[in-house]
């Protein structure tokens, strides 16, 4: 069945360091991806999305590029900040299927000054 | 500004009690979906409902019912709360059927079941 594997985490980092979260994922079909974020204390908002192979999905210094031949989506940040500290879960869709999001574990992420 | 608006943060609820969870958004969606967050496990999806009235099982339904009477509305049942039902749960809207736009979701519903 289709599904979505994250690394694990959490991930620490130093302000200013740089971010790469990696995430792949398995779907019979094709489907688009997301990067969503979830700050403390709160639900889940979108951070970038991508529909087709090879598009690059950006938001607030973040990126990840969909990669059809390595079945890969991964997050990249050139220089995280303290408020960066989050979870972040990748995801996948599929078209046909009421727009049903298939999560991946989900992926800490704690910036310290 | 878009909204999903589950109905509390916080509850604790004991064994065997019946628990409400409610979901409202503003957005007139089609799509309206209930995951819960457990850690390690990432979301996981127990019913969603594409239209008033309509539902789907999603990967873990078992011992949850949902309740959609009006497009802006969707409920989640716990029949009979158990302790491994305590969890974080999320409500979540998206337009569209098959559409592949974002899906918005709500701050969570955090449950302790005692």
């Known amino acids: 069945g289709d599904s979505v594997t994250q690394m694990e985490g959490p991930v620490t980092l130093s302000e200013e360091a740089f971010l790469t979260i990696n995430c792949t994922y398995t779907?019979?079909?094709?489907?688009?991806l997301f990067w969503y974020v979830q700050y403390p204390g709160e639900g889940l908002q979108l951070l970038l999305k991508?529909?087709?192979?090879?598009d690059k999905g950006s938001n607030k210094g973040f990126e990840a590029t969909y990669r059809k031949e390595t079945t890969s989506f991964h997050l990249e940040k050139g220089s995280v900040q303290v408020s960066d500290s989050a979870v972040y879960f990748c995801?996948?869709?599929?078209?046909?299927?009421?727009?049903?999001?298939?999560f991946g574990a989900g992926t800490r992420l704690a910036v310290h000054p | 500004d878009v909204k999903v608006t589950q109905s509390s943060r916080y509850l604790v609820k004991r064994t065997g009690e019946k628990v409400f969870l409610e979901c409202v958004q503003d957005?007139?969606?089609?799509?309206m979906f209930w995951y819960r967050q457990d850690p390690g496990l990432g979301l996981r999806l127990i019913y969603f409902s594409y239209d008033v009235k309509m539902k789907e099982k999603g990967d873990i339904p078992e011992g949850y019912s949902v309740s959609r009477e009006k497009k802006e509305r969707f409920s989640l049942i716990l029949e009979s709360a158990s302790t491994n039902q305590t969890s974080m749960y999320l409500c979540a809207s998206s337009p569209d059927r098959g559409s592949l736009t974002e899906a918005f979701f709500g701050q969570g519903t955090r449950l302790t079941v005692v």
């Open positions: 957005m007139d969606h089609e799509n």
């Open positions: 995801a996948l869709s599929i078209s046909g299927g009421y727009n049903k999001l298939i």
């Open positions: 991508a529909t087709k192979a090879d």
């Open positions: 779907a019979t079909g094709y489907p688009s």
